[in-house]
């Protein structure tokens, strides 16, 4: 189980912190990941990280805005969000595969286990 937290109102230009705990130690080897769905649209790819953190991967609209981390010891994920738009507004949702998976991160079929998401809006 993972629990999304840290979403909140605010405005244009500021920064959120988003933590995503899992209940249970993720898999050696698993890729984890943030996802968004905003109002009336599909849930989006955010970024992703490998167990060793490394590789880390975004999606365009959020590079260098965003940063992912994790810590496995703490069975957390991480997404450091900064200088926010109002197109950032949306449902955050973290989510971890298992081992073994393609190498395609930003499908979220490629996801075994999800949050029930934690709500983000920004107002310009």
């Known amino acids: 189980q993972l629990v999304e937290s840290g979403g909140d109102s605010v405005q244009r230009g500021s920064s959120l912190r988003l933590s995503c705990v899992a209940s249970?130690?993720?898999?050696?080897?698993?890729?984890m990941g943030w996802f968004r769905q905003a109002p009336g649209k599909g849930r989006e790819f955010v970024a992703g990280?490998?167990?060793?953190?490394?590789?880390?991967r975004y999606a365009d609209s959020v590079k260098g805005r965003f940063t992912i981390s994790r810590d496995n010891a703490q069975k957390t994920l991480t997404l450091q969000m900064s200088n926010l738009v109002p197109e950032d507004t949306a449902m955050y949702y973290c989510g971890a595969r298992n081992p073994g998976r393609g190498p395609n991160w930003s499908s979220q079929a490629e996801y075994d286990v999800w949050g029930q998401g934690t709500r983000v809006t920004v107002s310009s």
């Open positions: 249970e130690p993720t898999p050696v080897g698993s890729v």
């Open positions: 990280i490998s167990w060793i953190s490394r590789p880390i």
